[in-house]
């Protein structure tokens, strides 16, 4: 990729640098926080339109304007539940914590985890049920139990879905979709191959399920409209990529693929778990990686913004400041200037959405909570990371905090849920980062992947 350019001039980007992130996370269940005046906060189900409430909260800090005037909003949560309507409306404000598999299995963890939502504007918990260790639940279907891995599960997940929703938390299940080692090995069948046939594996020595595989795709949507008839409000896939292709690995080969493109093999999915999760009354959402907002074209993972933003209620770009090599958009420390960063690279993809027709809700950013490189992240990263956010249009967003610790982090969490966007004018897009250069392709793979790995508490 040429580095003076704010866009690769090929199709396909080489995505080395930009390998997803992040880590873990891991509550009083007694008494629920107060709902806000005039303002519904419900896991259940949203507002009658999922629109954000406009009633001012009391107590409520005032949000400025772009005129500098200031307007006080209260949001409303978060989803809808199974037996609802599948109309679900405008996309809700949704502010979460990641709960990764360790730390949902933990009581102990969990009631902190509650007591962080209950006391703060976090009104969301994704929490991992399918991650690279399989299934982190105890499935009724005998073609999904198959595949469920040897990593535990949490212990009562009714009864804790039953908790969240006592206190107004909207419970969103995190799938790992085709970085499944354990599905590759009960279905060998169904694996990206190499020349000769055998199962390709990345550099990790893992095999991933082959994305074009009916088989695969059916598995994945089995489990997410289980976990909705258990209670869940919202599903968000991840690793709905195809892996790097590294040069110093054998070429991979997609049974099945024929002519159908990667990117196109990723939207026919997504198209397909939206249809069936809206049916059931839930948003369908998808983490893509944070180089897609600004890349024009595919990457070589296959993920491409026009591709996916159509066919997902909810995209989640994973835009980690650190994940951003030096001089990416003319910024020599990308990972000190978290609000440049995710200001320049959420304005970009509220632009594209804009050419779309899409809007409200549809971009929840992940937010870096978690230090990698220098400087050492604190509170103050996590409130300049958000404030891009908000100066590039939306309200919500997620934490993703590595070792399931989110308390060093917490003097940057309101007490309430107040909207903070901006309005959005549609040329927001700093002119600096018109013209300055776009991310490496060279650097960051591994920093990446280890950051992404779910680590126990």
Known sequence: MHSRSRFPARSA????????????????????????????????????????????????????????????TTASAAGTTAGTPAKLGAPPVVRALYVNRWASQGTKKMRHLIDIADSTEVNALVIDMKDEFGLNYKSADPSVQKNAGNSGAVPNLTALLDTLKAHKILPIARIVVFKDSVAARVNPNETIRKADGSAWRDKQGLA??????????EYNLKVAEELVKLGFGEVQFDYIRFPEPYKSLPPQVFPQAGSVSKPQALADFLAQARTRLNNLGVRSTAD???????????????????????????????????????????????????????????????????????????????????????????????????????????????????????????????????????PWKGTATSVAAAAAPAPSDTTGAARAETAKSPAKP
């Open 208 to 217: 991933w399920v082959n994305p074009y595989s009916p088989v695969i795709r």
């Open 288 to 422: 893509i990686f944070g180089l897609v907002t600004t890349v024009r074209g595919p990457l070589e993972i296959g993920q491409e913004w026009e591709k996916v933003s159509p066919v997902t209620d909810v995209l989640l770009p994973m835009t980690y400041p650190s994940h951003y090599p030096r001089g990416s958009y003319g910024i020599a420390a990308p990972n000190a200037e978290p609000r440049k960063i995710m200001y320049i690279a959420i304005s970009r993809a509220h632009e594209r959405d804009d050419k779309l027709g899409i809007g409200g809700e549809h971009v929840r950013p992940w937010i870096q909570a978690f230090t990698l490189g220098q400087p050492k992240y604190g509170p103050e990263h996590i409130t300049a990371q958000k404030q891009g956010i908000y100066d590039a249009g939306y309200d919500g967003w997620v934490l993703w905090s590595p070792g399931s610790n989110y308390d060093i982090f917490l003097p940057a969490l309101e007490k309430t849920l107040v909207s903070r966007k901006k």
């Open 13 to 72: 980007l080489s995505i080395a640098a930009f390998v997803a992130v992040a880590a873990a996370i891991g509550c009083n269940t007694s008494s629920a926080k107060p709902a806000l005046a005039d303002t519904t906060r419900s896991a259940a189900g949203a507002t009658a339109n999922g629109e954000v409430a406009t009633p001012p909260a009391a107590g409520a800090a005032a949000a400025p304007d772009a005129g500098g005037a200031a307007t006080t």
